[in-house]
């Protein structure tokens, strides 16, 4: 491949994050209106709210975001009262995360707002389509290329 024929529209890495990006800005723009939050304060969220009781190292690989990045949404949310936060007594070490009353109302919401969203986008494409996608995706989000060098 020459320069000339590399074309960056056509790159799956910049294709993937193109669509990453525009899926995501209107809901986005939604929990940060209603709620003040930020992308990973939402995914904090989130997972607290499917998965119950998690530490933020958890969260960190479920979610596979940087720990520092887990540890300031952490923050915020439990400044604001949507996560609490209680030190295991075996292993002092360790922090569980739950959602507080306040946390589990914001997850209901936005799991009702998601859920509406992801129907309207996926209203774009054939259900065949949907499924290859979802299929794709969760290939691609597993790990990468092995044996790229």
């Given at each position: 491949m020459t320069q000339s024929d590399?074309?960056?529209?056509?790159?799956?890495?910049?294709?993937?994050?193109?669509?990453?990006?525009?899926?995501?800005?209107?809901?986005?723009?939604?929990?940060?209106?209603?709620?003040?939050?930020l992308r990973t304060e939402w995914r904090v969220l989130f997972h607290l709210g499917l998965y119950g009781q998690l530490t933020a190292s958890e969260i960190g690989q479920r979610a596979k975001t940087h720990k520092t990045k887990i540890s300031r949404a952490v923050q915020r949310l439990t400044e604001r009262r949507f996560v609490q936060r209680a030190m295991n007594s075996a292993d002092r070490r360790v922090t569980y995360l739950t959602l507080t009353a306040q946390g589990q109302a914001a997850y209901d919401d936005l799991r009702r707002v998601a859920e509406r969203y992801e129907q309207s986008?996926?209203?774009?494409?054939?259900?065949?389509?949907?499924?290859?996608?979802?299929?794709?995706?969760?290939?691609?989000?597993?790990?990468?290329?092995?044996?790229?060098t």
């Open positions: 590399f074309e960056l529209q056509n790159f799956l890495p910049y294709l993937l994050n193109q669509a990453a990006e525009v899926s995501s800005l209107t809901f986005q723009q939604f929990y940060k209106d209603r709620y003040g939050m986008l996926l209203k774009q494409l054939e259900p065949e389509e949907v499924e290859v996608l979802r299929r794709a995706l969760s290939k691609l989000s597993d790990d990468g290329p092995r044996d790229f």
